[in-house]
Nanobody, 125 residues
Framework: QVQLVESGGGLVQAGGSLRLSCAAS????????MGWFRQAPGKEREFVAA????????YYADSVKGRFTISRDNAKNTVYLQMNSLKPEDTAVYYC??????????????????WGQGTQVTVSS
């Protein structure tokens, strides 16, 4: 069982930045590809970004490409999402998730076995 705890959300003005963190409980954190998803009120949960087990490969939704950066520190069992140039449409609850082994694609939320409780990000115009 993997427990994931997100932090770093908050209220920010458009154009601002936030850094989300997701701390994992499991010792073998490096065995999991990790992803960030978000869900706005009344909308489906959508893929934001993902990172491979080693951190050598990253993937982004078109809507955040060039503005968001996903990274991980396997020594600290933590994955990060640096969010720059935030827009009001980025407002959502952000979730980190650990993907099942040998699953694909990174964008499919059904391939993720463990989820955090979410952290609210609100971008004001």
């Amino acid at each position: 069982q993997v427990q994931l705890v997100e932090s770093g959300g908050g209220l920010v003005q458009a154009g601002g930045s936030l850094r989300l963190s997701c701390a994992a409980s499991k010792r073998f954190f490096s065995s999991y590809a990790m992803g960030w998803f978000r869900q706005a009120p009344g909308k489906e949960r959508e893929f934001v970004a993902a990172i491979s087990r080693s951190g050598g490969s990253t993937y982004y939704a078109d809507s955040v490409k060039g503005r968001f950066t996903i990274s991980r520190d396997n020594a600290k069992n933590t994955v990060y999402l640096q969010m720059n140039s935030l827009k009001p449409e980025d407002t959502a609850v952000y979730y980190c998730a650990a993907q099942r082994a040998y699953s694909s694609p990174y964008t499919d939320k059904s391939t993720y076995a463990y989820w955090g409780q979410g952290t609210q990000v609100t971008v004001s115009s």
